[in-house]
């Protein structure tokens, strides 16, 4: 799949997100957060995935817009060096599965990261 290809269906999310939103539904369950999340002071939620597929810096802004047309989400990070994003939201709205399911509509696969024993990443 082309960047373009990549760019239009994205574009299609985010309007069918928009859709969603203004109908004052998230399309979201209200899945707990994941285990190895972490909560910042304010309240908000942030979890760390691994992504597959990123080679270049388009990719890295393609996962970002898809990730930041997420309800609830605040900020967003993608490292293609360590092909990771973090997200950081509402952990209502903000579920693995949905950033999972935005990352692949984007064209790349994502998973939660690996967490040690102490959980650490």
């Known amino acids: 799949m ?3 290809q990549r760019w239009l269906a994205l574009t299609a999310v985010a309007i069918a ?3 969603l939103v203004v109908a004052g ?3 979201r369950s209200g899945d707990e957060p994941s285990p190895g999340a972490d909560t910042t002071e304010g309240g908000e939620h942030q979890q760390v ?3 597959e597929g990123m ?9 970002t ?3 930041k047309g997420l309800p609830g989400v605040e900020s967003v990070q993608v490292s293609l060096a360590h092909k990771q994003a973090t997200v950081t ?3 209502q709205k903000v579920t693995e599965q949905a950033v999972i399911a935005a990352v692949e509509e984007a064209g790349y696969k994502a998973q939660p990261a690996a967490t040690g024993a102490d959980g650490t990443r």
């Open 2 to 4: 082309s960047h373009h």
């Open 17 to 19: 997100l928009a859709g």
């Open 65 to 67: 817009m898809a990730l």
């Open 25 to 27: 539904c998230s399309g």
């Open 89 to 91: 939201g509402d952990p």
């Open 55 to 63: 080679t270049c810096e388009g990719c890295v802004s393609t996962v």
């Open 49 to 51: 995935f691994a992504i």
